[in-house]
């Protein structure tokens, strides 16, 4: 099926165009490359070559729809759920009195203090890897290891906290104890996500700090850290919204529970978003799936939020060298 | 009255010297330098007592169990009823089933990350890609617990209008969904792999006269290979770990068997099973935890140094 010019033979003017804008963009991401005779003479390869680039696409399209469908399934179930009451309401055993209070008010305590321990935290150790640390074996186990701790499971972290924060260290199935595991896991995230921004810094401007006689700690405080922020917070926010869907280190700590009431301080009981949603979708009736789309639009609403807030702050702040 | 004391013959450059010692210099600057210093490096050991924390944590209390109950046992045993009198504590029955969770999803993510990569990589122009891998990436953004309940209310219905006599919780849901989890991060990085893939290499097999399919497929791919099994490895590494998906979806029924059909317990989902009731510490349920999770990170820990390890061969080939 193709046209008559194109069986004479090579192109040279289109092979040419195709080189020259191949040339001048980062990826190979051409137009229909060069048709060479013996792509001309064989018709079952071209038609293999149209369903093979269907077949790719297709793949893409998998991934997309099963978004959409994924997005329309839970608005579809949750929308009619979802009122003021939902958000103003503790869980009850009635499908319809059921809300997110607890949930809600947990998910912003441990997010808080959350956020209080692993901002200082993991720019302290960004700035350190990227500004002090010699490349020795010391500094090189403490990189590999932070690439390591980013793969580790997180319900190992769940495990962790409810042997070391809940009972060795007496804090009980606390917010803090909660909170103190979610640092942990979101520690490697935040420190590679502020690397990364300490990095972008230009080179130029640490030399000439230095040249105008600047210790390494002045160069990191004066000049380096204010120009990275915008990176680390937007790090800090997506790191942030991770924490926010992580269900399992939180049922670890904060056991499947069943509260009426909003924790009033860090030694309190908690229970967080995804576990709630967890416990509605377990629950036979099938009301409570609805209950549970509800929850599950919240979170997703929240997620939103913050996303848009870390994109914001980085196009907002972030300068370009 | 400083100015009083300076002579016009001590004609010191102002401002401190760079690292300079001695003349000039305060001390407070310096216990600065010094404080600060410790202080970062103070932070930066906290990731490594972490690590050491995890393993020490999983190691002590899995020892303690295996007091109670024989290595032998816990490893070549087929049977998991830790909860039932006579309790038994094999654990290939948990591992079986994160494997068979795990086999779905890797197809599922092979199959249809690596076509969207070579998409993205070798056919989409620059504008789609630009609108295309922001959308899939969202994908991974979304909460576990969120792909548990569309597995379990959407997909699991499907599964079951075509094969009527599939369990309600089954690892084949279960495996799908989890797949779909997984495909930004093995699309992600095959593309970056095969981006990798010299220009010089498909422009000699245009020159010869190659279809975009068989540069892709015989040239880029094979190029790319040790990316793509990086990307497929460190996917697979995260489908074991992970925990909400199999508990929801896959069921609480250890089960050694090949048949996605039928429901399973993954190891993840044995833990939050644990968690579900309040068990005391130092009883054997309670350790029963540490073991499994001992065991789930010796696989995933492996799988990430077996990633890296090929994400730097690749890294290194070009």
């Not at chain 1, 191949?22 to 060069?34: D, F, K, M, N, Q």
């Not at chain 1, 499908?95 to 302290?124: D, N, Q, R, Y």
């Amino acid at each position: 099926m193709e046209a008559p010019s194109e069986r004479d033979g090579f192109d040279a003017g289109r092979a040419t165009d195709h080189i020259a804008s191949a040339v001048t963009r980062p990826h190979y991401a051409g137009p229909t490359p060069p048709r060479g005779a013996a792509t001309a003479r064989s018709g079952w390869r071209r038609n293999r070559d149209t369903i093979a680039f269907l077949l790719f696409f297709a793949s893409v399209v998998v991934g997309i729809l099963g978004l959409a469908v994924l997005l329309v399934d839970v608005l579809s179930r949750g929308l009619p759920w979802l009122d003021w009451d939902f958000i103003n309401n503790f869980p009850s055993r009635h499908a319809e009195e059921s809300g997110v209070k607890a949930a809600l008010w947990g998910t912003i305590w441990i997010m808080f203090l959350t956020a209080l321990f692993t901002i200082p935290l993991g720019i302290s150790t960004a700035i350190y890897l990227e500004e002090f640390a010699a490349d020795n074996w010391r500094n090189r186990i403490i990189r590999v290891n932070i690439a390591n701790l980013a793969g580790v499971p997180s319900i190992i972290y769940g495990l962790l906290g409810l042997a070391v924060f809940v009972q060795w260290w007496g804090l009980g199935r606390s917010v803090i104890a909660g909170a103190l595991t979610m640092t942990l896991l979101i520690l490697p995230v935040v420190i590679i996500a502020s690397q990364e921004a300490i990095k972008s810094v230009p080179q130029e401007f640490r030399d000439g700090a230095y040249a105008l006689g600047a210790t390494k700690w002045q160069v990191s405080k004066r000049i380096v850290l204010p120009l990275a922020v915008p990176g680390i917070m937007s790090g800090v926010i997506l790191a942030l919204s991770r924490a926010i869907g992580e269900a399992a280190p939180m049922i670890t700590i904060s056991a499947l529970v069943f509260l009426t009431f909003t924790p009033s301080g860090p030694t309190d009981r908690f229970t967080v978003l995804p576990i709630q949603i967890f416990n509605w979708v377990g629950l036979p009736q099938d009301d409570f799936r609805g209950v549970a789309a509800a929850g599950i639009i919240v979170l997703l609403v929240v997620l939103l939020a913050m996303n848009s807030l870390a994109i914001f702050v980085r196009n907002k702040f972030q300068k370009r060298y | 009255m400083a100015n009083q004391d300076i002579k016009p013959n001590t004609a010191v450059i102002p401002g401190p010297r760079p690292f300079g010692r001695g003349r000039g210099r305060r001390l407070a600057p310096r216990i600065e330098e010094f404080a600060a210093v410790w202080v970062l490096r103070a932070a930066a050991t906290v990731s490594v007592v972490t690590t050491i924390a995890i393993v020490f944590t999983l190691l002590r209390e899995s020892f303690a169990f295996f007091q109670d109950v024989p290595v032998w046992e816990f490893i070549g045993g087929t049977k998991w009823t830790p909860l039932f009198k006579p309790s038994s504590f094999g654990v290939l029955p948990l591992v079986g089933g994160t494997l068979l969770v795990t086999a779905v999803a890797g197809l599922t993510s092979l199959t249809f990350g690596i076509g969207a990569a070579i998409f993205l990589s070798e056919y989409a122009p620059d504008a789609v890609r630009r609108v295309i891998k922001p959308v899939l990436e969202v994908l991974a953004g979304i909460p576990t617990v969120v792909y548990g309940f569309f597995a379990l209310t959407f997909v699991t219905p499907i599964i079951r209008w075509f094969f009527p006599d599939a369990n309600i919780f089954n690892a084949l849901s279960a495996g799908l969904v989890m797949g779909l989890m997984i495909m930004p991060m093995v699309s992600t990085l095959s593309e970056d792999a095969m981006v990798a893939v010299p220009r010089s290499l498909r422009d000699g097999a245009y020159a010869l006269g190659a279809t975009r399919f068989e540069v892709a497929v015989k040239i880029v791919v094979p190029a790319a290979l040790p990316g793509i099994v990086a990307a497929l490895i460190l996917g697979l590494s995260r489908a074991i770990g992970e925990t909400m998906i199999v508990t929801i979806a896959a069921g609480a029924t250890p089960n050694l068997t090949f048949n996605p059909l039928e429901g399973i317990q993954a190891m993840t989902a044995y833990i939050v099973q644990v968690n579900q009731g309040e068990s005391p510490h130092g009883s054997v349920i309670f350790k029963t935890m540490f073991a499994v999770g001992l065991v789930l990170f010796l696989m995933t820990l492996a799988m990430n140094i077996a990633g890296q390890w090929a994400i730097r061969r690749y890294r290194n080939r070009y």
